[in-house]
């Protein structure tokens, strides 16, 4: 078990410059999510995926960004036309299906987002 | 709607004395609840969770947290705190769909 690994760390970029960036989930984990963190405040919500299929999408994910999860195991998230305010912690966790409704979610280390 | 108050912002406490931090949420169903560690610029460390049965939970790193219903909430306590402690606390409750929900969180401090 290596944990939920996430590239890059750190990314640094222009306003109006895309990015992407990878999730690498616990091996046979078949749930991954997506969560945004500003500084100061809590993990939020962004979207899951279960295997392939995405889920669920919270309104905090604009037309801008966009996430895919093609084979069910890593993932991508994608901002384009960065601003300003996408400047945050990004961060990915990931569950193995119990079969209830909440799972135990493992987080990665995050990649921190600087929007210039 | 599902919310998720961590009261104190920042705690100060000294090494060796005990800990508390407190949590409330806001869920009306049957909660599934988490506390999460966060040091500087890392991701978020499972210290423990309550999904059912005896309301006292233990963790990792000598932590434990109690579900109490009546007041809503899910307090972590730990009874000699380490320099080594000093994070960043996140409560969360686990609603539909695995959607967790976060409070603000609770910086924490050890005092030699």
């Known amino acids: 078990d290596t944990g939920v690994s996430q590239n890059p760390r750190h990314k640094i970029t222009k306003r109006g410059q895309n990015v992407t960036f990878r999730c690498d989930p616990i091996?046979?984990?078949?749930?991954l999510y997506w969560y945004r963190q500003t500084l100061g405040q809590g993990p939020e919500f962004l979207t899951y995926?279960?295997?392939?299929?995405?889920?669920?999408k919270s309104r905090l994910l604009s037309d801008r960004f966009s996430a895919e999860r093609p084979k069910g195991s890593f993932s991508t998230l994608e901002i384009q036309r960065t601003e300003q305010g996408d400047s945050a912690m990004y961060l990915c966790?990931?569950?193995?299906?119990?079969?209830?409704?909440?799972?135990?979610?493992?987080f990665g280390p995050g990649t921190r987002l600087t929007v210039l | 709607a599902q919310s998720v108050t961590q009261p104190d912002i920042h705690i100060t406490v000294s090494e060796g004395a005990s800990l508390e931090l407190r949590c409330n949420y806001s869920?009306?169903?049957?909660?599934?609840l988490f506390w999460y560690v966060q040091s500087p610029g890392q991701g978020l460390q499972l210290l423990l969770k309550?999904?059912?049965?005896?309301?006292l939970v233990q963790g990792i790193k000598g932590f434990e947290a109690e579900f109490k219903r009546s007041q809503s909430s899910f307090n972590l306590r730990k009874p000699s705190v380490h320099w080594s402690d000093a994070a960043e606390y996140f409560c969360?409750?686990?609603?539909?769909?695995?959607?967790?929900?976060f409070g603000s969180g609770t910086k924490l401090n050890v005092k030699p």
């Open positions: 966790a990931s569950s193995l299906t119990s079969g209830g409704n909440t799972d135990t979610q493992y």
């Open positions: 091996s046979e984990h078949n749930r």
């Open positions: 995926f279960q295997n392939e299929a995405q889920l669920e």
């Open positions: 869920y009306g169903a049957t909660p599934y």
């Open positions: 309550y999904f059912s049965g005896d309301t």
């Open positions: 969360a409750v686990g609603a539909g769909f695995n959607k967790f929900y």
